[in-house]
């Protein structure tokens, strides 16, 4: 089982692996040499022919095989691992720059989550491969034949029987590769989809507790975990019902070889001291075949994951363009736009949108009406559209992917803080910021003066920034949103879950930005689309009502009953009414 695709993308591992058979065959052949000079060592003692200088000469060689064998274990370990280590490295850096070039339109094909597992779980599986079972592997037909060529002129018959056993394992192995290709094919495809849908559901979880409908999710969840150990359960079985098939033909070839041995030792063919030999070198013809076997399972497991990781590389990559974005602020023309998930359930329906550098275009409406599908394709993350979305002129399908995600930045509710410094994190959105610049677009998100008395720029964040309040966090993702200067900017509920304060503030920032930038806005919160250009309510894929908000108030539609509902909860979230003792009024404090 050589995969030779996955072989080409070995780089320096290849070496490593001759590397280790080389040393695991002399670690072999000092322990042969012994095995030898203890035969022949005996065999003088049969023969009352021990003398001193025999003890010596037996000391000496076991001296040195012991020392060739430690040497030669200690090789083959870091040989093995260098293998395991380099070939993960090369892999995980595959899959990376596969990402890269396939851009934010990767979500359209695969899911986030098997990618997740591929790159991780998926690639940790193939370091056995190619630190365990490649080099056992081509040992295992290595070792066999030298044992032979060295057992032969002492005894050819039991030389022969011996080898002729030692192909019993591969052909288990083989048996069992067949039945074990699509059990795991299939072990893989249930793991992926439960990792799927616990990634969803756990990022809905919010949503999933409103509407009451956890407690779906968690039976349809536990019918994929039982599925799933259910799979689990027949991939061991498999693999132990196979290991005893090879105990079986390893202790019973290693048993003919000895009953031969012994039995040519009784008729005269062959002295004590070669019977003992065979004896003990018989089982050196089954061990490597039958490690091989255990690390032949393990490197199953790894080819299904590969096979996984070999889909996600031939993913289809987005055409290279040549039509350039033209400089400065990027215009936004929709145009009949329609959009599916799945065929004949339209997530969009013929929207038609414009926006404008200088002024704010808003979106806003209940979950599920394809406000953030809108943004997904404004940043290239969805494809696949009918009609038409230009930038600046330019069809979004047909601009250069590096291009758009240079000049188009989203803003989410959900902007991720890696673990490491304020100035690390901001740095990621322009790598040769000056501390100058860092601190400009801290001033304007306001939190300059709070890291000032902490480390300033050195300041730690912890992974997803969880020593800093969800407003700090919200209010940092927009500084480094900012430092990216680009074109447009696509706002997507970036003021969810913040407190009063930072809303402020994220919203102030939001249109000074406008005034130079081209600026879509998506929230909810009615109150924050006040001051826009443009508010578009949408329903169910298509754009219900548009205008400004004075606009939409007196039109009376879906909009304006909307806003004073939201009015009348902002109002009583404000108020408190206390009851006074009886025989008083309840005031409002």
Known sequence: ?????????????????????????????????????????????????????????????????????????????????????????????????????????????????????????????????????????????????????????????????????????????????????????????????????????????????????????????????????????????????????????????????????????????????????????????????????????????????????????????????????????????FRDVSFFYEAHRPVLKNIVLEAVPGRILSLTGGSGSGKSTLAALVTGQLRGYTGSIALGGVEVSMADQQQLSQRVTLVSSAGYLFAGTIGENLRMALPNAGDDELWQVLEEVCLAEFLQARNGLETRLSERGANFSGGQRQRLCLARALLRDSDLYVFDEATSNVDAESEALIMATVTRLAERKTVILISHRLSNLINTSCICLMKSGTIMERGTHEELLENGGDYAVLFREQEALERYGNTVEYQRPAGRKAVAI
């Open 1 to 333: 089982m050589i995969n030779k695709r996955l072989l080409s993308l070995a780089g320096d591992a290849k070496r490593q692996i001759v590397r280790n058979v080389l040393f695991q065959w002399l670690s072999m052949l000092s322990g042969a040499a012994l095995t030898f000079g203890l035969g022949w060592f005996i065999q003088l003692m049969s023969e009352d022919r021990a003398d001193i200088s025999a003890l010596w000469c037996i000391l000496a060689v076991f001296t040195a095989a012991v020392l060739l064998r430690v040497f030669c274990g200690s090789a083959a370990g870091r040989a093995s691992f260098r293998a395991g280590s380099g070939v993960k490295k090369i892999l995980r850096q595959t899959v990376y720059e596969k990402l890269l070039c396939l851009g934010p339109s990767y979500i359209g094909q695969t899911a986030t989550s098997e990618v997740v597992q591929v790159a991780t779980e998926g690639v940790d599986q193939t370091e056995v491969y190619f630190s365990k079972y490649l080099p056992q592997l081509f040992y295992s037909v290595l070792a066999p034949t030298t044992l032979f060529l060295l057992l032969a002129p002492v005894y050819l018959p039991a030389a022969v029987c011996l080898l002729l056993c030692v192909p019993l394992i591969p052909l288990t192995i083989v048996a069992v590769q067949k039945l074990a290709k699509r059990l795991l094919a299939r072990y893989w495809s249930a793991y992926a989809g439960l990792g799927d849908s616990f990634l969803e559901n756990l990022q809905g979880l919010t949503t999933l507790k409103i509407y009451r409908a956890d407690g779906a999710k968690q039976a349809e969840m536990n019918r994929e975990a039982e599925h799933f150990r259910k799979i689990t359960m027949k991939v061991l079985s498999l693999q132990l019902n196979s290991i005893i098939v090879m105990d079986l033909i390893a202790y019973g070839g290693s048993a003919a070889g000895m009953i031969l041995s012994a039995g040519g030792y009784a008729g005269g063919a062959i002295s004590l001291g070669d019977a003992l030999t065979i004896a003990l070198l018989s089982a050196e013809f089954f061990l490597p075949m039958r490690l091989l076997g255990s690390y032949f399972h393990i490197a199953m497991n790894g080819m299904a994951a590969i096979d996984k990781l070999f889909h996600i590389l031939d993913l289809k990559e987005p055409k290279k363009s040549e039509q350039s974005l033209p400089k400065g602020a990027l215009s936004v023309v």
